[in-house]
């Protein structure tokens, strides 16, 4: 017989899809949760850093940024910056803001702040925008503050702040500062006053902690990222820092990628998991139309006729809800930024990108393409008598096509998932560690079926049925075992990890951490320091060490400049980098190679490294290391390595030199307190007063920072996480809806010998209990590892859950599971012995 056409076989589809898509919708929900979340997460990364690259003026602050640390560049290197174009210089410091007056009750008289002086050029992209007026170059002795600086010291426009030896008046509040996301992560509000005013304060002493930054504009024409890298050859070795508009803000980009993609990946894992949902709903669907297809091929059709038909169907199901999916992800970013507000570094505008909404086009309908060509195999394949009799003795055929075109389809899948990453090898492992609990599950479900068959039958007929269930011919065990499994696998992933998030600083901050840490503290007043803090409190615990700010130049043989990409890990390379000196081995550091210099040592410089780092880097004792301090490149041969308690909360140097290296070099005192909550505002207060530009800092300011940090961390995880959950569902879902007319058969028979209603749920009720009780122990050890997995691998934090929330989360998601099991079985004992003997 000569086959059906397209069209035909079209007109048929659409007539079939006309009178309901019952068992298809699952299909629908499926794709369109796993595409809509993948094309939100993908537009939204795409948002934010694409405008971070398209405002790379306006957030670096110019074409060029050369940026130094405790120093300013010599007359003759301005000269020659601004020989290539205009120039803008800023310095900035962390320093204590004193209101100076009365105030708002309850405000603190000091608050920790980031200052910055100006030049009059600034800016030189973009606009400084203020609350009441517009910008203009300040006086001396005026300042502009952050908004909240203004609420934390309770002082308004007109009111007096000092810093140092000066004071300011308050000029206005600033509104908008167009280079805030280049300067990176703050410990306090910003406030701005000019370069004169900031030279009045009396903080830029030899060895303050400020850093200094060249902004260059250069002319029309002029390729930046060439010139950027011309400047940085002919400086190689004076330690200057640069960056150019297309990379403005390099950590902020770095953190939102991976970001991105760990979620992009999450959303990808509940797509593949929507899959299984994929396959059930499918398979339902077909079960359903089981009688049209039997007449079908009774009238003459063909194989392929079959396969046309239902694949126009699925596959018109599928394209729209994907394109449903992609209408939702490209329209939820805008709302996204809107409610996030200040979280983002950036508030982009709507925008299409194509690139993400492709790629989560193609992951839905491959993913729908490979769980739906095995069920369409056997619809095309089976014999009219075999379709017929698939409720009592279903046969499970795979043709030689069907399985070369999955293959096809999961190899087009996994090289777009690989192809798109930013790291290729997490992606594949994220994939594998998907495929192997899938796979593991897959086995479980085999595993109880094969031992539900061996049991000895139970005497109790309700638990006799029970068991029966889970081996039967058509039972869906092994698909129950993977919808109830994955479930509840989730469920304790995501409590394992919101309770791990939420314990770091908890549980990481000790009892006897410091309270306050105080900077920039003059090199020769380690003595009166000491004396001033004992007078406050006799109690007090002090650790003082030099602070110096160093930049890694070379490694072995490598010189950082040649690196395309740093090595992974080796964050020491990013930058600059805290630096000290010390004769004895620091507090919080045990050595783990090589040896420590003599007290008296008085040779070569050596170098001791923090061994985590070391490892990155691929260096051990003997290596030679160059950094550059105060735009003086120092070799030396590294000495020891050291593994650094970063739980202490105290001084942790990655890198510490032998003191005879660095001790002439200028540099301040960085000191940690420890004493009773209860005088540290008088500390605080008698350490001002006495070193007026030391900068005090309360640790829990910053444990409030990270913190929030994680805490929106956390909730990104939770929100992509319970798309996986809902996909989870979905699945189990499926699951019953593709055993719903074996069940229905089951039930109309148990009826017809008596049975009732509480004895039909019964039943179901002790195959669905001992299904979750044989996955509860397998749930949560693979929903512990791969929580494990995501605080310590991916996030390098401490594995801390909370146990007690976990095996709780897992008996509420075994609670839930069996209620939507129970709750898809309850429309089964409706059903009319009479009316479902006739249908079969």
């Known amino acids: 017989m000569k086959p059906i056409s397209w069209a035909t076989a079209w007109r048929m589809a659409r007539r079939d899809l006309a009178s309901g898509f019952r068992g298809l919708r699952l299909l629908f929900l499926c794709l369109f949760l796993g595409v809509a979340t993948l094309a939100a997460i993908g537009s939204l990364t795409a948002a934010i850093t694409g405008e971070i690259s398209a405002r790379g003026q306006t957030i670096l602050g110019g074409d060029i940024e050369v940026a130094v640390t405790q120093r300013e560049l010599a007359d003759k290197d301005k000269a020659e910056l601004r020989a290539l174009g205009t120039l803008s210089e800023t310095i900035r410091m962390r320093a204590m803001a004193r209101r100076v007056g009365p105030g708002a009750a309850n405000a603190p008289e000091a608050v920790l702040t980031e200052l910055k002086g100006v030049d009059r050029p600034y800016p030189l992209y973009g606009g400084l925008t203020l609350e009441q007026g517009r910008y203009a170059p300040l006086p001396a002795d005026r300042i502009l503050i952050a908004p909240a600086l203004r609420d934390r010291l309770g002082v308004g426009i007109g009111g007096r702040l000092r810093y140092g030896e000066a004071e300011f008046i308050v000029a206005d509040v600033i509104a908008d500062e167009p280079d805030r996301v280049g300067e990176g992560f703050t410990l306090g509000p910003v406030a701005i006053v000019s ?11 030899p060895g303050s902690l400020f850093e200094s930054k060249y902004r260059l504009r250069v002319p029309a024409g002029i390729d930046a990222h060439a010139l950027r890298e011309q400047i940085e050859q002919r400086h190689a070795a004076d330690g200057w820092l640069l960056k150019d508009r297309e990379r403005a803000a390099p950590g902020t980009n770095r953190f939102i990628e991976r970001m991105g993609q760990f979620l992009s990946l999450i959303g990808l894992t509940a797509l593949i998991i929507a899959g299984i949902g994929v396959s059930n709903g499918v398979a339902s669907y ?3 139309r089981r009688n049209s297809l039997a007449t079908l091929k009774v009238l003459g059709a063909t194989s392929g006729d079959i396969e046309r038909i239902y694949l126009l169907q699925i596959g018109a199901v599928a394209l729209v809800a994907t394109l449903l999916g992609l209408v939702v992800g490209a329209l939820v970013p805008p709302l996204i930024v809107a409610l996030a507000g200040d979280v983002l570094p950036v508030q982009p505008g709507f925008r299409i990108h194509p690139l993400p909404l492709a790629t989560s086009a193609a992951y839905g309908l491959l993913v729908a393409l490979i769980f739906t060509l095995p069920h369409l195999s056997r619809a095309r394949t089976e014999p009219v008598a075999a379709i017929l009799r698939t409720i009592i003795d279903p046969v499970r055929t795979r043709d030689r096509r069907s399985l070369i075109l999955v293959g096809l389809a999961g190899t087009l899948l996994i090289a777009i998932v690989l192809a798109a990453a930013r790291e290729p090898l997490f992606a594949a492992a994220v994939l594998g560690a998907t495929a192997a609990i899938l796979i593991v599950l897959l086995l479980l479900g085999r595993a109880v079926a094969l031992i539900a068959r061996r049991m000895p039958r139970p005497p ?12 039967r011919p058509g039972a869906q065990t092994a698909t129950l075992v993977v919808a109830l499994g994955l479930a509840l696998t989730l469920f304790v992933t995501l409590a394992g990890i919101q309770t791990s998030l939420n314990a770091e600083i908890r549980n990481t901050v000790p009892r006897t951490a410091p309270n306050l840490f105080v900077l920039d503290l003059p090199s020769g007043q380690e003595a009166r320091f000491r004396a001033l803090v004992t007078q406050e409190t006799k109690d007090a615990q002090l650790n003082v060490v030099p602070s110096l700010r160093g930049r890694v130049v070379s490694y072995g043989d490598q010189r950082v400049v040649d690196l395309k990409e740093p090595p992974d890990n080796a964050w020491i390379l990013r930058g600059e980098r805290g630096i000290t000196y010390s004769a004895e081995v620091p507090e919080g550091s045990e050595l783990v190679a090589g040896q420590w210099w003599p007290k008296d040592y008085a040779g070569p410089p050596l170098l001791s490294v923090d061994e985590e780092q070391a490892k990155a880097l691929g260096i051990k004792p003997g290596d030679r290391m160059t950094v550059s301090v105060l735009g003086r490149e120092i070799e030396a041969r590294v000495a020891s390595l050291r593994r650094i308690n970063w739980e202490t909360m105290g001084f942790n140097y990655v890198l510490v030199f032998s003191p005879n290296a660095l001790a002439g070099a ?24 006495a070193f007026p530009g030391a900068s005090v800092i309360e640790i829990g300011e910053v444990v409030s920072q990270v913190s929030d940090i994680l805490d929106q961390m956390a909730a990104a995880i939770v929100v992509a996480g319970s798309i996986t959950i809902l996909a989870g569902i979905a699945v189990l879902v499926g699951a019953i809806a593709a055993s719903r007319q074996a069940r229905s058969y089951d039930s109309v028979i148990l009826k017809t010998l008596g049975a009732t209603r509480p004895q039909i749920l019964s039943m179901q009720l002790l195959e669905y209990g001992l299904l979750a009780a044989i996955l509860a122990l397998i749930a949560l050890a693979l929903g512990t590892t791969a929580a494990w997995y995501v605080i310590v691998q991916i996030f390098e934090f401490d594995w801390a859950p909370d146990w007690a929330v976990m095996i709780g989360t897992l008996a509420g998601g075994a609670i839930l599971t069996l209620g939507i099991g129970l709750a898809g079985s309850w429309p089964l004992l409706s059903v009319r012995p009479a009316s479902a003997l006739r249908q079969l």
């Open 666 to 689: 200028p540099h301040s005192l960085t000191a940690t307190i420890t004493l009773p909550a209860a005088r540290e505002s008088a500390v605080t207060r008698a350490l001002l007063d």
């Open 286 to 288: 077909l079960g359903l």
């Open 460 to 471: 109790r007929p309700l638990l006799r049925l029970a068991l029966a269930n889970l081996h």
């Open 195 to 205: 370069l004169d005013g900031l030279r009045r304060t009396g903080l830029l002493q």
